[in-house]
């Protein structure tokens, strides 16, 4: 049998790392660090003798023009995604033998970063899925807009009744989209936070500039 002595360490570090939960806040949705990631996965892979590296690779990019309001300007812009699907290969260097796993990422930037976070992405999914590191909520069989069973509505405004205008916005915290809430539209939350702070505010860092201001709450 082919590559013995790779596959025992391969499932030595599966059976030895442990799971990893989707704890870093992006925007709306939970993700991993790549941080966390190798902090988890790289001790056993010095145990162990293994390495790790790219070695062939597909990409697709993809550009779409919108419009969005910063700081009260509309402005017209593009949204970059790249798509990657990056082949990885592990190799024993006691033994010589190899593996190659596979991993997908897409990364979406207004500049030049999208390929950069599809890489990223694309590592942590090979890494993760080839050792089994996850656990916890699956928002993989959720819509994205679904987590812990709370649907967002992006049609209609239950507050303000403000028009919905189909730009999108960012922002000016944290940089990520800002996304409509069951109640409330990205006009009423963005009314919202330039009325109470001046800027343009996702609903959670609206309440992280809640709770920094409010401290005995």
Known sequence: MENTNLYKKMYDVMCEVETIEKNMQVGNYKAVSEKEVFNKIKPLFKKYKLIIFPVDGESEDNATPYSRTYNDKEEKTIRAITQLKVVYRIVDIESGESQDVVGFGNGADTQDKGAGKAFTYSF????????????GEDTDNTHSDDIDGKREE????????????????????????????????????????QKWYQANLCGPCSGKRYKASHPDE
């Open 124 to 135: 942590k999914s090979a890494i993760c899925k080839s050792f089994m590191m996850f656990s």
């Open 154 to 193: 992006p049609i209609q405004d239950y507050d303000e009744g403000l028009p919905v205008s189909g730009n999108i916005h960012y922002c000016e915290d944290c940089d990520g989209e800002i996304h409509a809430t069951a109640k409330s539209s990205v006009e009423t939350l963005i009314a919202k936070s």
